[in-house]
């Protein structure tokens, strides 16, 4: 006679129809599954042994499955527990600046944590999970740096339609500097090179406001980055 009510965030890994090369070297839902049940796993009890006063701003996986044609995620739902994206006055998502600055502050936990897990125990992450190196060079594949390109070249549009007065000079930096996708490809070739003066950490290759959700807190603001 005693009802209860569990609230989940379920993701199914839908019909892939992207290059079959892409597809065969990454595949999110299996990189994703590999970091909550393994890696991030990791992370947590790394700092709890080193009684360092951090908490990586993660949802907790509550399940999760990888068959030939298909995987599912099971995450706690963070919206039941008062999460929430903001959005203006024309419905879309957009970051404060307070907001922003606590996202980096997060990411920037797990590339600390990342980094120092694989000093003290002498490890190597992307050895003992060959996924990582995968999806590190995801925005090699020529179909995804195109994608990169157009990203650049929304950011230069902006740019120019900017009234800041120090836009124009931001623009033609950055157009000089981005200016070729082959540059762009191997920027992302050399950011996962193993030389001996390379700092090696976890990056959260699609971090943007949609994957980033807030709540207040006995007046504190609080984050959890997803996907």
Known sequence: GVEHYYHWFVKVQPVL???KDLE????????EIEFYSKIGCDLKKFIEESSA????????????EVEDDGAIIV??????DGYRQERDGNGNRYLSKEKAILAIESVAKIHAASYALQNKKHID????HPMLKKSGLLWTNSEMALRLSDMKNIYCGFLKQ?????????HDRFTNKYGSDDFLRQLCIDRC??????????QQGDFHFNNL???EEDGKLKVKIVD
């Open 17 to 19: 129809h992207i290059d």
């Open 24 to 31: 065969s070297k990454f595949n999110a839902f299996k990189n």
């Open 53 to 64: 006063d951090v908490q990586l701003d993660l949802p907790e996986m509550l399940f999760a």
């Open 75 to 80: 995450l706690e739902d963070l919206i039941t």
């Open 125 to 128: 992450l992307a050895s003992d």
């Open 162 to 170: 900017s009234q800041q007065p120090d836009s124009p000079a931001l």
């Open 193 to 202: 090179s193993q030389d001996e003066e390379t700092i090696l950490c976890l």
């Open 213 to 215: 959700m807030f709540k």
